[in-house]
Structure formats: structure tokens, C-alpha cells
């Protein structure tokens, strides 16, 4: 197992060490996630019981192959616990998300749920959010409008950059839900929340990728150990 691989494994084992048997567990997406589902999947093969609401065709695909239970968060709409990964988290437990996405459905998941706990390799704790370009997810109607409008309410804030539209391969890069994403490199986001509330005022942007009162908890490894972060 590589290093990197090793840390998720670890950050995901800590996350499991915190959990109850019988819970509604939401299950984020990405690398560090998968970590997560391999390692449930360990323990319901070992007769652990829980039940997990996926926030991502992928994710729900590797839990049909590995044998975790799921459910449509409509079957379990209120989830005791999510726990999933993070492009960048600062001291405050704010959160970049999306860089796989999934950032829509991880968002309405881990707002359904009663905790939100993220893992991640210590490399993505961050004195300031921004570095990671931030995921917005767009509906495809008036999307140079939205583009522009983006520019726009950014500037305000002072910040500016490269606004690209993400690909796969040469064609746009479609969610989960059927929409597109702008990923927005802005440098240093000082104040987040404010530039939530801006992005939230677009009526074209579906979500956008800042995950703020969210994480309750986040669990950070490295090869000194695990660091244990709370709100
Ligand atoms: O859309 C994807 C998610 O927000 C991921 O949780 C995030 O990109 C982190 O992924 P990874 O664990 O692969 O770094």
C-alpha cells in the first residue's frame, strides 16, 4: 500500500473506532472514502450492522461490490453520522469539497446527518482555504451567464483568477445530478462564509464546494499519528 493510501486507511480506521454498531451512516466519496468503505466492509463481514446512504453512484457502486448494506437517504432521510473525505480543511473545520464531484449529494448527506466526520491524510489541513480550486456545481442553462455572475460577486470580495470548466477528457464533466462544474481558483478565500452567501445569491449554481458547519469532527493522519480535530 502506498504511503498516501496507508494514511487514508488509517484516518478511515480511526473514523470507524468512533462509531456505534446499528447506525445510518452517510458515506462520503473519493479516495479517502473508499478507505472508509473497504474498511466497513471488513466489519460487516465480520456481522458488524449498519446501514449507509452513499453520496455518489460511485461510492454506492464499490459498497454493492463490497457487500456494505445501503439505503436512499429517502429511505433514511435523517443519518446519525456521515463520515467522508476533503479536498481542504482549516482550523475552523470548514471544508473544500468536490474535487471528485460529489460535492452536491455529500453536502445535502452530511446535512442530513446528526455528525459529520472527515478523514484525510494531514496534507489537506490548511491555514486558509483556497489553494485547492473551489468546486462550484452549475446547472447547464445560461452558463456564461452564471460564469460572468460568478466573476462578478467574487470580485467584490477581492477575489479573482481562473474560473475553468471541468472536463473529462474533451467533454464536460457531468454530476451525479445531470449538472456541470466551474472550478473556481481564487487564491486565499479570507472569508468564506461571505463568499457563500455570494455564491448562494447566483441563481444559476446548483451548490458550491465550501462545506461550512458541517464537520463536527475531523480525523487527520500522518505518519506521526492521528490528530483529532472538534468543533
Ligand atoms: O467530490 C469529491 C469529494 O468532495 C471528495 O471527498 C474530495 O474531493 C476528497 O477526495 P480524496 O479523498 O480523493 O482526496
Redesign the pocket.
Known amino acids: 500500500m502506498s504511503d498516501a493510501k496507508s494514511l487514508?486507511r488509517k484516518a478511515a480506521e480511526a473514523a470507524f473506532a468512533e462509531l456505534d454498531e446499528g447506525l445510518n451512516i452517510g458515506i462520503?466519496?473519493?479516495?479517502?472514502?473508499e478507505e472508509f468503505v473497504r474498511v466497513l466492509a471488513e466489519h460487516v463481514e465480520a456481522d458488524f450492522e449498519m446501514t449507509g446512504v452513499t453520496t455518489s453512484e460511485r461510492t454506492e457502486t464499490l459498497c454493492r461490490e463490497l457487500g456494505v448494506p445501503t439505503k436512499t437517504l429517502d429511505e433514511i432521510p435523517i443519518l446519525d453520522v456521515t463520515v467522508?473525505?476533503?479536498?481542504e480543511i482549516d482550523g475552523d473545520l470548514r471544508l473544500i469539497?468536490?474535487?471528485?464531484?460529489?460535492?452536491l449529494r455529500?453536502k445535502i448527506v452530511a446535512f442530513s446527518s446528526a455528525k459529520m466526520i472527515v478523514i484525510?491524510d494531514a496534507s489537506k489541513k490548511v491555514e486558509t482555504l483556497g489553494a485547492f480550486p473551489l468546486p462550484i456545481e452549475v446547472n447547464g442553462f445560461g452558463l456564461m451567464s452564471t460564469f460572468m455572475a460568478i466573476r462578478r460577486v467574487a470580485e467584490t470580495l477581492d477575489l479573482t483568477g481562473d474560473i475553468v470548466l471541468r472536463k473529462n477528457g474533451d467533454q464536460p464533466f457531468i454530476t451525479d445530478g445531470g449538472h456541470l462544474i466551474l472550478d473556481a481558483s481564487f487564491g486565499r478565500i479570507p472569508d468564506p462564509e461571505a463568499l457563500s452567501a455570494a455564491l448562494r445569491s447566483i441563481p444559476g449554481i446548483v451548490e458550491h464546494g465550501l462545506f461550512i458547519k458541517l464537520a463536527s469532527v475531523a480525523i487527520l493522519a500522518s505518519e506521526d499519528g492521528i490528530e483529532r480535530l472538534e468543533a
Open positions: 487514508k462520503g466519496t473519493g479516495s479517502t472514502a467522508d473525505g476533503a479536498d469539497k468536490g474535487g471528485g464531484g460529489a460535492l455529500e484525510a
